[in-house]
């Protein structure tokens, strides 16, 4: 296992596959510049839309997507592995899927990945998101190798089903990636405290970039990549919400000793539930 050095890409996608592809060249090559070989985009790297028919008329295959043309191409020149944290690709069978993709030094596509968990939910202030009405959640967890390491895949609401990241523990994972574009609402609630969760229970790195700030389809996104390393310490940080490249070094050793301290991983057990009755006692002169 070797030393590599990660980025996070913090990226303001719009409403344009093709500026932000502009956008996406820029920062992986500056954090390229600065030595990263791992390089991860955040989670709809390709385009930010609300309106449901506009959404429909800029998204299309895998094999016709400017963004995956553009990281192929980023990930054979300079020689990295790319992790578009997710885009939208239309599936042959005309659904859409919000989709990684891990492009590796020759420019192929190592892995894939489609967003298991749906952002559903109802927020203060009358906020509220319906993800599986424009995408088809998949089913599979992902574990690959990646400069050295394991290499867990997992995007934005997916950081709040911890059952995942300890699957993918299980499974070999020592780097868990969550790439994201987390509500400033809910960023500003629960993004840090998850992310150092998720690499402690499990006694793995966790790099997460973001989307941050005001969109042009006028949601608003928290910002803030973070890389964690397995004792929970934050390592490094974009401490805001504008386009960024953090970068760290990541040493799979660090996780196999995490784990060598606490071998919670080893030590879990199975169990069963009981859940019982709800007692409610009878107050004393109530009626029989």
């Known amino acids: 296992m070797g030393v590599f050095k990660a980025a ?49 008329a800029s998204f299309t295959s895998e094999d016709k997507d400017i963004i995956v043309a553009t990281a192929r191409r980023l990930a054979r020149d300079l020689g990295v592995f790319l992790h578009i944290g997710s885009t939208a690709i239309l599936r042959a069978d005309g659904k859409l899927a919000n989709r990684a993709l891990l492009f590796g030094p020759d420019g192929a596509v190592l892995a894939t990945y489609d967003k298991i968990h749906m952002f559903d939910i109802d927020l203060d202030n009358g906020e509220s998101w319906r993800e599986s009405a424009a995408y088809e959640p998949g089913t599979e967890a992902v574990v690959t190798g990646v400069a050295g390491a394991r290499l867990g895949f997992a995007v934005c609401y997916d950081l709040r089903f911890p059952q995942l990241f300890r699957a993918e523990a299980l499974a070999g994972a020592d780097v868990l990636t969550v790439p994201a574009a987390f509500t400033r609402q809910t960023g500003e609630a629960h993004w840090h405290v998850l992310l150092r969760a998720r690499a402690i229970e499990n006694g793995a790195f966790v790099v997460a970039a973001a989307q941050g700030g ?30 960024a490249v953090i970068v760290a ?18 030590n879990a057990r199975d169990f069963t539930i009981n859940a019982g009755e709800v007692y409610t006692p009878r107050l004393r002169g109530a009626a029989s």
């Open 8 to 56: 996070a890409v913090q990226m303001r996608s719009g409403e344009s596959p093709e500026r932000n592809a502009v956008d996406l060249e820029r920062l992986v090559r500056e954090a390229a510049g600065q030595g990263a070989t791992y390089i991860q985009t955040p989670e709809m790297t390709g385009a930010l839309i609300r309106d449901k028919e506009a959404r429909a």
């Open 249 to 266: 070094e990541i040493d799979p050793a660090q996780s196999l000793a995490a784990r060598k301290k606490i071998p919670n991983l080893k």
């Open 214 to 243: 005001l969109h042009e389809d006028g949601r608003e996104t928290f910002g803030h990549s973070l890389i964690v390393d397995p004792w929970g310490r934050i390592i490094a940080e974009a401490a805001h919400d504008e386009p």
